[in-house]
């Protein structure tokens, strides 16, 4: 944009009939800045914060400041986490949390971090660590007790009867009674049933995977 303006004429020199139009450029006004994450409403900073991993919202989120770790302890943030990556999980998790009033922390931040349903909860599940002897009956024990609370699970999920604990090929526990909150999984094997040829601890590759229940 110019504004026009008259331009004097020296002494002596003839000016014309007509002015001639300097432009003179405005100075433009200065985009605003951006809100930064703090100045959005909560509904907003919810909904961006449920697209972070959630284990970036248990370590880091959560320490920015009071208002991010109220979120981040909310139950509604993880549930609007599961209900878009896990909507069958869920329908059966939504029906199974502690009471609005529970002075635990929230549990479904452990929960979407650890994700226990489906996966091998063993830490050695080839029983690795040792090298048997040739033509020596050696007996082995592989055993390892799960806390099934550390690993992501709650009190009332567990008692809901909606999941199932699968160990290793052989047995499914269903309809276990309220109360569970540890498996001991214990196997004993000798080297003569493998061939002289087999080193390593012999041991099958054994899982303890806990899912839901079908029906």
């Not at 959005?40 to 920015?64: A, K, Q």
């Not at 069958?88 to 929960?111: N, Q």
């Not at 269903?174 to 061939?195: A, C, H, I, T």
Request: charged share 25%.
């Amino acid at each position: 944009m110019s504004l026009p303006l008259e331009v004097a004429a020296e002494p002596g020199e003839k000016t014309s009939s007509r002015a001639q139009p300097v432009g003179i450029s405005l100075l433009e006004q200065e985009p605003e800045e951006p809100l930064g994450l703090g100045q959005l409403p909560t509904e907003l900073l919810e909904m961006v914060l449920s697209h972070v991993p959630p284990h970036v919202l248990l370590g880091r989120c959560r320490r920015v400041c009071r208002r991010w770790r109220d979120l981040v302890d909310c139950q509604a943030l993880w549930l609007s986490i599961l209900a878009r990556k896990h909507a069958a999980l869920w329908r059966i998790v939504s029906t199974c949390l502690p009471a609005a009033d529970d002075p635990r922390p929230c549990v479904l931040g452990r929960f979407c971090e650890r994700r226990p349903i489906g996966r091998n909860l063993l830490r050695n599940p080839r029983g690795l660590g040792g090298e048997p002897r040739k033509g020596v009956l050696l007996w082995f024990q592989k055993k390892e007790v799960l806390d099934l609370e550390e690993e992501g699970f709650w009190p009332e999920l567990l008692d809901s009867g909606k999941i199932e604990i699968c160990v290793s090929a052989c047995h499914v526990f269903s309809n276990f009674k309220k109360g569970v909150r540890f498996v001991s999984f214990e196997q004993w094997v000798s080297n003569l049933e493998f061939g002289n040829e087999q080193y390593g601890v012999p041991f099958t590759n054994s899982s303890v995977i806990v899912r839901v229940r079908l029906s």
